[in-house]
């Protein structure tokens, strides 16, 4: 009788006991979802040239990466719709609460030299790689500019991201021929397609 008594006990406690019982499983990524972050914003403004700002430039992006993608089908969201200030945390939080396959967050790289212009990417977890790589090769192939690589950067929205991310540092924002690109030609656009093609050239591979 005792040991009946017991051995009730133990299962009792076992599926009463939420340290014993089996931790939810988290649910799967939606299928071709990518969480675009506009990096900087509010009170941080980035790197600068004249009048150009990178949180807004940042943003444009974005909200035109954002339409490519959606044209042909995939679920997007955004980290910021406005010129709001974010944490790193709030990024990350925002992208995994989503379950997005994937995360891009949009940045554009600032030098003391107005010569200075290149493409790159960066990563921070294994499973970023193959995702950075994709970007940072079809946005200096798509602009025309040199390619640095991807480089590892210990940054919280990378290595508190759930998913494959990435930071594309698409161009110099202080390049005196982006400058001009930006303000007379369709630079912005021309650089958000690239971001489209790379998605879908890693969604595909």
């Known amino acids: 009788m005792r040991l009946r008594l017991f051995l009730a006990l133990i299962l009792l406690t076992f599926f009463v006991n939420p340290v014993f019982a089996a931790k939810p499983t988290p649910p799967p990524p939606i299928p071709y979802s990518v969480c675009v972050d506009a990096g900087h ?7 600068e040239n004249q009048e150009l700002t990178e949180k807004e430039i940042n943003l444009q ?8 993608l959606e044209t042909v089908g995939y679920t997007v969201f955004m980290t910021r719709t406005d010129d709001s200030t974010l944490s790193n945390a709030d990024r990350y939080n925002f992208c995994n ?5 994937i995360l891009i967050s949009i940045h554009h790289n600032g030098s003391s030299s107005s010569a200075v212009d290149y493409s790159q990417a960066l990563y921070m977890k294994k499973s970023d790689v193959a995702l950075a790589q994709e970007v940072v090769n079809t946005v200096s192939t798509s602009l025309g500019i040199p390619s640095q690589g991807i480089s590892r950067f210990a940054s919280g929205v990378l290595l508190k991201a759930k998913m494959p991310a990435t930071i594309s540092e ?4 202080t390049n ?8 007379n030609n ?9 971001l ?6 890693y969604f595909d591979n």
């Open 186 to 194: 369709n630079r912005l656009e021309q650089e958000a397609e690239a």
């Open 41 to 47: 914003g509010g009170n941080d403004i980035g790197t």
């Open 97 to 101: 609460a989503q379950t997005a396959a």
């Open 176 to 183: 005196s021929t982006e400058y001009s690109l930006i303000k």
């Open 196 to 201: 489209s093609a790379a998605v879908q050239n």
């Open 61 to 68: 992006v974005a909200q035109l990466l954002k339409e490519k």
């Open 170 to 173: 698409g161009f110099f924002l």
